[in-house]
T-cell receptor
Framework: EDQVTQSPEALRLQEGESSSLNCSYT??????LFWYRQDPGKGPEFLFT???AGEEKEKERLKATLTKKESFLHITAPKPEDSATYLC??????????????FGKGTLLTVNP | GAVVSQHPSWVICKSGTSVKIECRSL??????MFWYRQFPKQSLMLMAT?????????EQGVEKDKFLINHASLTLSTLTVTSAHPEDSSFYIC????????????????FGPGTRLLVL
């Protein structure tokens, strides 16, 4: 069974204090790993897609990396507006033409001014 | 680009009534649309996968006769919660993707803003 585990469950940072969120996964074959941001009461907002080990992607203060077992979301010098729940999801090759995602439980990030 | 809308954003209904939620991809066509539900402080749970013109595929434990899905076109899918009960109260979110043609590539799913359902 495909599994996605995110840690920590919650993280509090001071503004400007860099840190990383972890997403470890156990799947039969990885098609893609996705990072989303979700604000309270809203749908997830797409951030990154990673397809192969060693791949990295950046967007403003966020950088996502991927290994064969886990992905990290690095947040550099965060601001209060970065506060949200960050979700990791995997898509597996055994799904054939079914592109469904399996989500982790998320990391609730709070950045204090 | 890749905007998905849902309507309504909020719905309150009486127990026993049916509620229809629409999901539209506004600026792209999607081969597949997905329906999720999310309970407070929990992650997204996939309910069903639907392809245009085909019957939806439901996840284990999801009642297909209770949650009716119609996928009329590459830009519109609807979820109808039939004979709703208080335990059906939840946050329902749709997503669309992969994108069928166009400039945007890959197998990314783009999510709608969600519909909060409260059954009294």
């Amino acid at each position: 069974e495909d599994q996605v585990t995110q840690s920590p469950e919650a993280l509090r940072l001071q503004e400007g204090e860099s840190s990383s969120l972890n997403c470890s996964y156990t799947v039969s074959g990885l098609r893609g790993l996705f990072w989303y941001r979700q604000d309270p009461g809203k749908g997830p907002e797409f951030l990154f897609t990673l397809y192969s080990a060693g791949e990295e992607k950046e967007k403003e203060r966020l950088k996502a990396t991927l290994t064969k077992k886990e992905s990290f979301l690095h947040i550099t010098a965060p601001k209060p507006e970065d506060s949200a729940t960050y979700l990791c999801a995997v898509q597996v090759t055994s799904g054939g033409s079914n592109y469904k995602l399996t989500f982790g439980k998320g990391t609730l990030l709070t950045v204090n001014p | 680009g890749a905007v998905v809308s849902q309507h309504p954003s909020w719905v309150i209904c009486k127990s026993g009534t049916s509620v229809k939620i629409e999901c539209r991809s506004l600026d792209f066509q999607a081969t597949t649309m997905f329906w999720y539900r999310q309970f407070p402080k929990q992650s997204l749970m996939l309910m069903a996968t639907s392809n245009e013109g085909s019957k939806a595929t439901y996840e284990q434990g999801v009642e297909k006769d209770k949650f009716l899905i119609n996928h009329a076109s590459l830009t519109l899918s609807t979820l109808t919660v039939t004979s709703a009960h208080p335990e059906d109260s939840s946050f329902y979110i749709c997503s669309a993707g992969p994108i069928a043609g166009g400039l945007l590539q890959g197998e990314t799913q783009y999510f709608g803003p969600g519909t909060r359902l409260l059954v009294l």
